[in-house]
T-cell receptor, first 109, second 114 residues
Framework: DAKTTQPTSMDCAEGRAANLPCNHS???????VYWYRQIHSQGPQYIIH???NNETNEMASLIITEDRKSSTLILPHATLRDTAVYYC??????????FGAGTRLTVKP | DGGITQSPKYLFRKEGQNVTLSCEQN?????MYWYRQDPGQGLRLIYY???????QKGDIAEGYSVSREKKESFPLTVTSAQKNPTAFYLC?????????????FGDGTRLSIL
């Protein structure tokens, strides 16, 4: 699976959009981009995933660049409950999810 | 509500003791997984099962055992052979094991040694 690079931490004001970047410059054609988040002492929560096209669901939007070398997770109106560690995962193998260090997002009032 | 239930939330093991962690899902998922998470680290795959009565070793299966007698259940036994069992254990499930199938996680069991 391709390696991902994310900022270690980010802050966002409550009510504003949170834009979390992820770099995956070595991604190959059949690899999906997944986003999960984990709040302390809980299991990871699935947010969204995509292959080539931008995706949107009730939680977030995923914007994948045309060359697929990077992506951005957008939480449109961040709340205090969105404070968590966010993981960007590039998955090309079956069976397991390879979580890296992630980005610690802090939403501030 | 559909979801994945792990129990207990906290578990303590004595030296030489086997302990079993429960994982139940009512999502009608075929595939189930067990991961281990150590502080500040990512997840490592212990075992996975694609269908009932079938399971495969992951990256760190030594000292662990599983069974898959029912679609809904995938218990993990941490045996006395696992010398460093203190960790956060996560169970997950998905409709299939393909790369386009997201895995959904339970809230974990935190295992500690007495």
């Amino acid at each position: 699976d391709a390696k991902t690079t994310q900022p270690t931490s980010m802050d966002c004001a409550e009510g504003r959009a949170a834009n979390l970047p992820c770099n995956h410059s070595t991604i190959s054609g059949n690899e999906y981009v997944y986003w999960y988040r984990q709040i302390h002492s809980q299991g990871p929560q699935y947010i969204i995933h995509g292959l080539k096209n931008n995706e949107t669901n009730e939680m977030a939007s995923l914007i994948i660049t045309e060359d697929r070398k990077s992506s951005t997770l957008i939480l449109p109106h961040a709340t205090l409950r969105d404070t968590a560690v966010y993981y960007c995962i590039v998955r090309g193998r079956n069976n397991d999810m390879r979580f890296g260090a992630g980005t610690r997002l802090t939403v501030k009032p | 509500d559909g979801g994945i239930t792990q129990s207990p939330k906290y578990l303590f093991r004595k030296e030489g003791q086997n302990v079993t962690l429960s994982c139940e899902q009512n999502l009608n998922h075929d595939a189930m997984y067990w991961y281990r998470q150590d502080p500040g680290q990512g997840l490592r795959l212990i075992y996975y099962s694609q269908i009932v009565n079938d399971f495969q070793k992951g990256d760190i299966a030594e000292g662990y055992s599983v069974s898959r007698e029912k679609k809904e259940s995938f218990p993990l036994t941490v045996t006395s052979a696992q010398k460093n069992p203190t960790a956060f254990y996560l169970c997950a499930s998905s409709y299939g094991t393909g790369v386009g199938q997201p895995q959904h996680f339970g809230d974990g069991t935190r295992l500690s040694i007495l």
